[in-house]
């Protein structure tokens, strides 16, 4: 057992409660969410950030210690990779994405080059000697439920693909239906680990956050995701909100999870409105006809690139029956169309009168690294 500096530890550790120091064993448990610390090996260009601790990010440079979680990405933009069946002190690895996640790179990205690589220093551990205990993100997971009784009205905000613009209509609404009397909390429910997204909510007035890693997983692959939703959304009974806007990492076709939480009798039950980000007319379609015909629900609003003009609104409306509302452009259709479809499920306040917003006046967002 060793004790050694860090230089970086991976924002979703914070519940670990990590420090400058860790110490070290040789006996690396090659599963999901255990920590493990990393010596950087190389430089890059692009794609060599980590979010650390407290959200900021930290370029990666030779000779750093990143402390991370070991874990499996999927992603169609971006870097793919898995867990070895064993991780061994000096064996080289790669880092996965922007949270830090450790893992084998099956697959880059043209756009990324290839992943950044690291030599793997050994499991991190609570303490040194006899009570050394591996730390591992699942033990302070909120647990799983099988049942979701009650719930405050959903607003789930989906995609066809990862980048159309998912987190950004999420803020926007929770900016706007905080502004029209509602106490709204905010939850990403699938993805691989990023805390940015989370923090963006909270920032745009959300009364209490959480994400998937939350519930102890680094990324939500092949994971029974409705139980792990359920639970982190019963958690947030006791903040009472009145509404809470969801965000669904990926896309709704893809191997992390939203097909399975789009299809769960439960979460179908408590939603009020699904907003979908699509990037063109043909992914708009295609998914309003996999709503209709798969999952039996009405999409209240498209955003994204699709809605950047009236032509893309215009088909919408016209040929899909679906009102395109551009969350950039015009925050107050958005809101106001989704703050109607939680009126006719609940009482919400009465709305707090809002000005007309002219572009001028739709508050910045901070440009933010594409490709989590």
Not at 14 to 38: D, K, M, N
Not at 286 to 315: K, M, W
Request: with cysteine.
């Amino acid at each position: 057992m060793q004790t050694i500096s860090v230089d970086h530890v991976a924002s979703c550790l914070t519940p670990c409660g990590l420090g400058a120091s860790v110490h070290l064993s040789p006996a690396i448990i090659a599963e999901e969410g255990y920590a493990v610390a990393v010596r950087v090996l190389e430089e890059k260009d692009t794609y060599n950030q980590v979010e650390t601790v407290g959200g900021a990010l930290h370029r990666l440079t030779v000779g750093d210690v990143l402390v991370g979680p070991l874990g499996e990405r999927q992603a169609l933009k971006g870097y793919s990779g898995s867990i070895p069946e064993e991780v061994s002190v000096g064996d080289v690895v790669h880092v996965l994405n922007m949270g830090g996640m450790v893992g084998i790179c099956t697959s880059a990205h043209p756009d990324l080059g290839p992943a950044l690589r690291v030599e793997v220093l050994g499991a991190v551990c609570t303490a040194a000697g006899a009570s050394a205990r591996p730390v591992a993100l699942k033990d302070h997971a909120v647990a799983p439920v099988d049942d979701l009784p009650s719930c405050a009205p959903l607003v789930l905000v989906s995609g066809t693909a990862m980048n159309t613009g998912k987190t950004y209509a999420a803020c926007k609404l929770i900016h706007g239906l905080t502004e029209r009397g509602l106490r709204v909390a905010a939850i990403k429910l699938t993805g691989a680990t990023l805390q940015r997204d989370v923090a963006a909510m909270a920032s745009h007035g959300a009364v209490a956050t959480a994400s998937f890693t939350d519930a102890g997983v680094v990324s939500t692959t092949s994971k029974d995701t409705p139980s792990l939703a359920k639970g982190l959304l019963a958690a947030f009974q006791a903040d009472a909100p009145d509404a809470i806007v969801a965000e669904l990492g990926d896309g709704v076709i893809g191997p992390y999870g939203v097909d399975q939480l789009l299809l769960d009798p439960d979460l179908q039950q408590h939603t009020a409105a699904h907003v979908v980000a699509a990037s063109d007319l043909a992914g708009a379609w295609a998914v309003h006809h996999l709503f209709q015909t798969r999952y039996e629900q009405s999409i209240a609003a498209f955003t994204g690139p699709v809605t950047d003009n009236a032509v893309g609104c215009a088909y919408l409306q016209q040929t899909l029956g679906t009102p395109g509302c551009n969350a950039l452009h015009n925050p107050e259709a958005l809101a106001q169309t989704v703050y109607g479809a939680l009126s006719a499920v609940t009482a919400p306040p009465a709305p707090t009168p809002v000005a007309a917003p002219t572009l001028d006046a739709i508050p910045s967002y901070p440009t933010m690294p594409c490709l989590p």
